[in-house]
């Protein structure tokens, strides 16, 4: 059933002045108990709330009736403060509201008979508590999760009594597929007298990740999308996935918009991976060792591994780097290292608009060698302007290239200058890689040097760095 179906169908229960029981099933961490929270407080907002008292009630742990009974009276607030939790303010405020529908005769029976009452005390305090349940919106939740020793039937039959003897409307949230053997025999043998409305929660992914989601904001839009791609329903992952990665990406402001990608694409898959703990997800470590092996046609791969290949597969996750270990200890921690993953981010980031630099300076060269325009000199300046701000992540081929061309076209001056330029913005240059990229026979440069003043350069420095080597070394 549609979350839109959902949503409508509750606030129809909401406002309904016949006390009924609705019943809320699916898998874990759907959205049942989310969406159920929202429709009740639009409703609220809306003043078309039918009753005015309203309890939540965490059937987890719960192991009789009476600790049941007690928990519904404790957990009762006024309709109005629905959204705040239960505390002394909200409980002094319904004692005095149950105090005032007591007629004093009758509250003066009860002081008179409570120092009597010695270790019964308690069951008698809670019988009154549970007198003042009337007219209520009450939901139980975590159905699945009831302490052992409080059957199934017993809060069917609860359920029954407060809805046909006290007016009230209840709400019955739970895992459908959680349920013990005898829980969900007992379910299905009393459901037919005790619910009235009983909804599938199946929503789809995409309502599931509007739930948690913005589509209009950089960071959601982008989460939105992977998660849709995995399929994420579970709303707990989802708002894990949301925190996490903007508390990541609000480190790094500045960076291309490819790393926040990466980041936000990493840390989708390894969230739910980890968190997930579903059969079909692929398994964490499993993710996290992968090295795109499944490539391997006579390797023998488990059937669930092969499952999960086909996942990693469509998701165009082929291989887990180094990047992607940091960001891994960051699901794992829940913590970030600040300066430490700063300081990978930036060498990545530099790494990108290095690249990016290489690419834009090369594709200048397209107007030279793909078009018949007379467009000489604007060709040289955008050359020259693209070399000038890339001069630094350039290679000694790239400027040989330069200086070849410009050279051909009888620019001179500017390609001596260029030279100049290329050796004084790189004089941090290691001996080693000069050793290895400056050699002029060297085919690595990709075309023979024809200019003398290069030639003489890179012999130049060279020399410079030359120096005796002693037989070990050798």
């Not at 009924?20 to 759907?30: E, L, Q």
């Not at 139980?140 to 407060?162: H, N, P, T, V």
């Not at 599931?208 to 913005?214: K, N």
Request: proline share 2%; aromatic share 10%; hydrophobic share 35%.
């Amino acid at each position: 059933m549609s979350l839109e179906v959902v949503k409508r169908v509750t606030a129809d229960f909401l406002v309904s002045e016949t006390p009924k029981v609705i019943a809320i099933k699916g898998s874990w961490g759907t959205g049942k108990t989310y969406t159920w929270n929202s429709v009740l407080k639009e409703t609220k907002q809306q003043n078309n709330l039918s009753l005015k008292k309203y309890a939540y009630v965490s059937l987890f742990g719960i192991n009789s009736l009476d600790d049941l009974k007690l928990k519904i009276f404790e957990q009762t607030v006024s309709a109005d403060l629905i959204g705040e939790s239960p505390s002394i303010k909200t409980l002094d405020k319904f004692t005095d509201d149950i105090f005032k529908s007591v007629n004093r005769k009758s509250m003066n029976k009860i002081f008179r008979i409570l120092p009597w009452l010695g270790k019964d005390r308690d069951p008698f305090i809670n019988s009154v508590a549970f007198l003042s349940i009337q007219k209520t919106l009450i939901c139980f939740d975590d159905f699945e999760r009831k302490g052992e020793d409080l059957k199934a039937k017993y809060i069917l039959g609860l359920i029954s009594l407060l809805k046909e003897q006290k007016n009230c409307k209840i709400a019955l949230i739970f895992n459908d597929n959680s349920l013990d053997e005898d829980s969900d025999k007992e379910y299905k043998n009393f459901r037919e007298k005790v619910i009235d409305i009983e909804l599938a929660f199946t929503p789809k992914t995409e309502e599931c990740t509007s739930l948690i989601f913005d589509k209009n904001k950089k960071f959601d839009s982008i989460l939105k999308s992977y998660s849709e791609w995995l399929n994420i329903t579970n709303i707990r992952i989802l708002q894990k996935i949301k925190k996490i990665t903007e508390q990541t990406c609000n480190l790094i402001p500045t960076v291309e918009n490819e790393i926040i990608d990466h980041i936000c694409k990493t840390l989708t898959l390894y969230i739910w991976c980890y968190h997930s703990g579903e059969k079909d997800t692929p398994n964490y470590m499993f993710v996290k060792k992968h090295k795109g092996d499944f490539t391997l046609e006579d390797k023998e791969i488990p059937e669930n591994e092969q499952y999960w290949y086909a996942i990693l597969n469509d998701y165009k996750y082929f291989s887990t780097t180094n990047f992607d270990l940091e960001l891994a200890s960051i699901v794992e921690n829940g913590y970030i290292y600040e300066e430490h993953f700063k300081k990978i981010v930036s060498a990545r980031n530099d790494h990108i608009l290095a690249k990016k630099g290489k690419e834009s300076f090369f594709d200048i060269y397209d107007e030279f060698f793909h078009s018949f325009d007379d467009n000489g000199e604007e060709l040289i300046k955008n050359l020259e302007e693209k070399f000038r701000s890339n001069v630094s992540i350039l290679s000694l081929s790239s400027l040989n290239t330069m200086v070849h061309m410009l050279n051909k076209l009888e620019k001179n001056k500017l390609a001596d200058e260029l030279i100049d330029l290329y050796f004084e913005e790189n004089q941090e240059m290691s001996l080693k890689k000069k050793e290895s990229s400056f050699i002029p026979e060297n085919s690595s440069l990709g075309a023979e040097i024809t200019s003398p003043k290069l030639r003489n350069r890179i012999k130049k420095e060279l020399n410079s760095n030359s120096k005796s080597k002693c037989l070990i070394d050798v």
